[in-house]
């Protein structure tokens, strides 16, 4: 078992910045790759961007160039910074190991 622990959303204005962090713990051995994923109302649960312990690194094309992932595997934690953030960014965000194991999630709301 894995369990996962977020933090770090909230209200930003539009043009600001907030970094997301995921704790893993538990079996983290069995940890390969982390993930972050969003939902906003109304609209399904999409990839936001996505790390393996070797440093792989994938994002979704509406967030390129605004968000970085990281991961540092001594404190089995991954990061999310989020820079230039527009309203449409708005969500609930999820991070996701090996692909099974889900946050809690965390709001993220951008709004003046």
């Known amino acids: 078992q894995v369990q996962l622990v977020e933090s770090g959303g909230g209200l930003v204005q539009p043009g600001g910045s907030l970094r997301l962090s995921c704790a893993a713990s538990?079996?983290?051995?069995?940890?390969?790759?982390m993930g972050w994923y969003r939902q906003a109302p109304g609209k399904p649960r999409e990839l936001v961007a996505a790390?393996?312990?070797?440093?792989?690194?994938n994002y979704a094309s509406t967030v390129k160039g605004r968000f970085t992932i990281s991961i540092d595997n001594a404190k089995n934690t991954a990061y999310l910074q989020m820079n230039s953030l527009k309203p449409e960014d708005t969500a609930v965000y999820y991070c996701?190991?090996?692909?099974?194991?889900w946050g809690q999630g965390n709001q993220v709301t951008v709004s003046s």
């Open positions: 538990g079996s983290i051995f069995s940890i390969s790759d």
């Open positions: 790390i393996t312990r070797g440093g792989n690194k």
């Open positions: 996701l190991a090996a692909g099974a194991y």
